[in-house]
C-alpha cells in the first residue's frame, strides 16, 4: 500500500499541491525552526490550556480544540499566510472558485487516554452535497509537538481521495503521519483520517489550519471569531482570506445600516476598512437605533 510522501520545505506549490491531488496527501518536513515553536507556544498556550475537552466520542472526550487563532496570535497568522501552503491552496482549489479562503483555526490537543478518532472526510462538514469531483479543501495540521504514533500521530488513507463513497479502510491501508514538531501534514478535504489514539503521557498538539472554496460557508465563522475591530488592524491580504472581499461578482458584498444618502447602497467588504464608509461603528449603531426610536428613516 501507499505510503505518505515526504517532501522538504523548499518544495514548490505547485508540486505540493500536485502530490496532494495524487495521494490525497503529504509531509512537509522541517519548515518551523525551535524559535518559531517556542513564540507559537507561548502566545497560544494559555487559550489551550483554559479550553475544555470535548463532549461527545467525535470531538474528543480527552481532547481539547482551541479556535479563534488568527485574532489571539501574530504566529497563527504567519502560519496562515505561509507562502508554500497558501500558494499550494490557491494552486489546489483554483479549478473551482475565483478566491480561497480560510477555513478554520483550531489547536487540536490530544491528551494521553484518548482513543482514536473515527475515520472521516473533512468535506462531510458541508453535509455530502458538494458533487465528488469537486474538492472543497487544502488543509494542514502543523506539528507543534512532535507526532508519534504512540502519541496520537494523525491517521491517514493515501489514495483515498480517490474512493468511491462508503469504502472503509482496512487496518494495512492506514498510516500514521508521524513527523517532527515544526512539520506539516497537508491535505485534502476528500482523503480519509482521523486523529490517533494517545497511549504515551504527553499531549499531542496540532494546528489544524485549513482552506476552502470562496464561495463556500466556512466551518469557523471568521467574522465572529475575528470580527471587524479586530480585523482592520491586519494586512489586506489577510483580511481577504478571512472572507472581507468579495467571493465572486456578486458574492459577499453588504449595505452599511446607515441613515439614507450617508453611504453608498451596495459596497465590497473592504469599503469596511478603507474609509469610504462613514461613520461605522459605535457611533453609526446608535444613530440607527436613534432614529429607529423616533420612528425614522422607515
Same mark, same amino acid.
Given at each position: 500500500?501507499?505510503?505518505?510522501?515526504?517532501?522538504?520545505?523548499?518544495?514548490? /506549490? *505547485? !508540486?505540493? #499541491? $500536485? @502530490? %496532494? /491531488? *495524487? !495521494?490525497? #496527501? $503529504? @509531509? %512537509?518536513?522541517?519548515?518551523?525552526? $525551535?524559535?518559531?515553536?517556542?513564540?507559537?507556544?507561548?502566545?497560544?498556550?494559555?487559550?489551550?490550556e483554559a479550553t475544555q475537552p470535548g463532549r461527545d466520542d467525535f470531538v474528543g472526550r480527552k481532547t481539547t480544540r482551541?479556535?479563534?487563532?488568527?485574532?489571539?496570535?501574530?504566529?497563527?497568522?504567519?502560519?496562515?499566510?505561509?507562502?508554500?501552503?497558501?500558494?499550494?491552496?490557491?494552486?489546489?482549489?483554483?479549478?473551482?472558485?475565483?478566491?480561497?479562503?480560510?477555513?478554520?483555526?483550531?489547536?487540536?490537543?490530544?491528551?494521553?487516554?484518548?482513543t482514536a478518532q473515527s475515520l472521516h472526510r473533512d468535506r462531510l462538514a458541508w453535509g455530502g452535497f458538494l458533487p465528488?469531483?469537486?474538492?472543497?479543501?487544502?488543509?494542514?495540521?502543523?506539528?507543534?509537538?512532535?507526532?508519534?504514533?504512540?502519541?496520537?500521530?494523525?491517521?491517514?488513507?493515501?489514495?483515498?481521495?480517490?474512493?468511491?463513497?462508503?469504502?472503509?479502510?482496512?487496518?494495512?491501508?492506514?498510516?500514521?503521519?508521524?513527523?517532527?514538531?515544526?512539520?506539516?501534514?497537508v491535505y485534502s478535504g476528500s482523503v480519509i483520517h482521523g486523529g490517533g489514539a494517545n497511549t504515551s503521557d504527553g499531549?499531542?498538539?496540532?494546528?489544524?489550519?485549513?482552506?476552502?472554496?470562496?464561495?463556500?460557508?466556512?466551518?469557523?465563522?471568521?467574522?465572529?471569531?475575528?470580527?471587524?475591530?479586530?480585523?482592520?488592524?491586519?494586512?489586506?491580504?489577510?483580511?481577504?482570506?478571512?472572507?472581507?472581499?468579495?467571493?465572486?461578482?456578486?458574492?459577499?458584498?453588504?449595505?452599511?445600516?446607515?441613515?439614507?444618502?450617508?453611504?453608498?447602497?451596495?459596497?465590497?467588504?473592504?469599503?469596511?476598512?478603507?474609509?469610504?464608509?462613514?461613520?461605522?461603528?459605535?457611533?453609526?449603531?446608535?444613530?440607527?437605533?436613534?432614529?429607529?426610536?423616533?420612528?425614522?428613516?422607515?
Amino acid at each position: 500500500m501507499a505510503d505518505l510522501r515526504r517532501v522538504a520545505a523548499d518544495t514548490g /506549490a *505547485e !508540486d505540493l #499541491a $500536485a @502530490i %496532494v /491531488a *495524487e !495521494d490525497g #496527501a $503529504a @509531509i %512537509v518536513e522541517g519548515v518551523l525552526d $525551535a524559535g518559531a515553536l517556542a513564540g507559537l507556544k507561548g502566545e497560544i498556550m494559555p487559550f489551550v490550556e483554559a479550553t475544555q475537552p470535548g463532549r461527545d466520542d467525535f470531538v474528543g472526550r480527552k481532547t481539547t480544540r482551541t479556535g479563534a487563532l488568527v485574532a489571539r496570535s501574530a504566529a497563527c497568522r504567519d502560519l496562515v499566510m505561509n507562502p508554500l501552503v497558501l500558494d499550494g491552496a490557491k494552486t489546489f482549489l483554483k479549478p473551482f472558485c475565483e478566491r480561497v479562503q480560510l477555513h478554520l483555526t483550531q489547536l487540536i490537543r490530544i491528551m494521553p487516554g484518548q482513543t482514536a478518532q473515527s475515520l472521516h472526510r473533512d468535506r462531510l462538514a458541508w453535509g455530502g452535497f458538494l458533487p465528488a469531483e469537486i474538492e472543497p479543501q487544502f488543509n494542514t495540521i502543523w506539528a507543534v509537538t512532535d507526532f508519534t504514533q504512540a502519541n496520537g500521530a494523525t491517521q491517514v488513507v493515501p489514495d483515498s481521495n480517490a474512493w468511491e463513497t462508503g469504502r472503509r479502510a482496512e487496518p494495512d491501508e492506514i498510516r500514521n503521519a508521524e513527523m517532527d514538531a515544526g512539520s506539516v501534514l497537508v491535505y485534502s478535504g476528500s482523503v480519509i483520517h482521523g486523529g490517533g489514539a494517545n497511549t504515551s503521557d504527553g499531549d499531542r498538539m496540532g494546528l489544524n489550519i485549513t482552506y476552502a472554496l470562496g464561495w463556500l460557508r466556512q466551518e469557523e465563522n471568521q467574522y465572529l471569531s475575528c470580527p471587524p475591530q479586530i480585523a482592520k488592524d491586519f494586512d489586506a491580504d489577510l483580511r481577504a482570506l478571512l472572507g472581507y472581499s468579495m467571493g465572486s461578482y456578486a458574492l459577499g458584498y453588504f449595505t452599511p445600516p446607515s441613515p439614507p444618502g450617508l453611504n453608498p447602497e451596495v459596497v465590497p467588504p473592504e469599503f469596511l476598512f478603507n474609509g469610504k464608509v462613514t461613520g461605522w461603528g459605535d457611533e453609526l449603531r446608535e444613530s440607527v437605533s436613534e432614529r429607529a426610536r423616533k420612528g425614522e428613516g422607515r
